[in-house]
T-cell receptor, first 110, second 116 residues
Framework: KQEVTQIPAALSVPEGENLVLNCSFT??????LQWFRQDPGKGLTSLLL?????REQTSGRLNASLDKSSGRSTLYIAASQPGDSATYLC?????????FGAGTRLTVKP | DAGVIQSPRHEVTEMGQEVTLRCKPI?????LFWYRQTMMRGLELLIY????????DSGMPEDRFSAKMPNASFSTLKIQPSEPRDSAVYFC??????????????FGPGTRLTVL
C-alpha cells in the first residue's frame, strides 16, 4: 500500500527566504505526482504536476522535482511571500488511486 | 469554465438525518472523484466514476454512504443515516483521462459537513 509522508509538518520562515518542502512515497510505481496548495477552509489548488517520466516542473517561483527511484519529491519556493502561507500537499497517483500526504503547513512572516 | 462546483458549501445536520452532497464536474471531464478530509486521516479517496460508471468504491467507509452519477454533469454523495463521525470536508474532483499526460485532478471548494 502506498504511503506518502511530508516533512516537515509545519514550517515558519521570514519573508524572502527560499525554502524546500519534502514529500516521500513508498511505492515508486507511480504515474505522476501532484503538488497542491490548500488555504484554511478552502479547497485544493493544483500547483504543479510531474509525470513519472519527468524530473521537474517549474511555475513562476515554484519548482518541483521528482526522483521516482528514491521515492522523493521536493517543492522549492523561491523568495517566499506572506501570501504563500498555506498548507501544501503532495499526492502520488497510480491509475486513479491517488494518495495524499498529510501536508506541510507553511507560514511566511512579513 | 467555472471549475468543479459543489453544493452546499456548508451543511449542519443532526445525527440520523440524510445528507446529500452535490457535485458538477468540469465540462468534458470523464473522471469524477469524491474525497473526504479529516484532521485525523487527511484526504481519502472514497469513490470514483469513469463516464458516469462507478469504478472503485473501496474507499467508501460503510453502507451508509452511497454515490451516484446519473449523467456526465452531476454526481451526488449521500449519507443515510448520518453520524457525528461523518463530520468532515467532502471534496469532489474531476479529470480528463485516467493516466498519462493531461490527467491533472481539479478540485471543487468542498462541502464542510457537521453532524451534531
Amino acid at each position: 500500500k502506498q504511503e506518502v509522508t511530508q516533512i516537515p509538518a509545519a514550517l515558519s520562515v521570514p519573508e524572502g527566504e527560499n525554502l524546500v518542502l519534502n514529500c516521500s512515497f513508498t511505492d515508486s510505481a507511480i504515474y505522476n505526482l501532484q503538488w497542491f496548495r490548500q488555504d484554511p477552509g478552502k479547497g485544493l489548488t493544483s500547483l504543479l504536476l510531474i509525470q513519472s517520466s519527468q524530473r521537474e516542473q517549474t511555475s513562476g517561483r515554484l519548482n518541483a522535482s521528482l526522483d521516482k527511484s528514491s521515492g522523493r519529491s521536493t517543492l522549492y519556493i523561491a523568495a517566499s511571500q506572506p501570501g504563500d502561507s498555506a498548507t501544501y500537499l503532495c499526492a502520488v497517483r497510480r491509475g486513479n488511486d491517488m494518495r495524499f500526504g498529510a501536508g506541510t503547513r507553511l507560514t511566511v512572516k512579513p | 469554465d467555472a471549475g468543479v462546483i459543489q453544493s452546499p458549501r456548508h451543511e449542519v445536520t443532526e445525527m440520523g438525518q440524510e445528507v446529500t452532497l452535490r457535485c458538477k464536474p468540469i465540462s468534458g471531464h470523464d473522471y469524477l472523484f469524491w474525497y473526504r478530509q479529516t484532521m485525523m486521516r487527511g484526504l481519502e479517496l472514497l469513490i470514483y466514476f469513469n463516464n458516469n460508471v462507478p469504478i472503485d468504491d473501496s474507499g467508501m467507509p460503510e453502507d451508509r454512504f452511497s454515490a451516484k452519477m446519473p449523467n456526465a454533469s452531476f454526481s451526488t454523495l449521500k449519507i443515510q443515516p448520518s453520524e457525528p463521525r461523518d463530520s468532515a470536508v467532502y471534496f469532489c474532483a474531476s479529470s480528463l483521462g485516467s493516466s498519462g499526460v493531461g490527467n491533472e485532478q481539479f478540485f471543487g471548494p468542498g462541502t464542510r459537513l457537521t453532524v451534531l
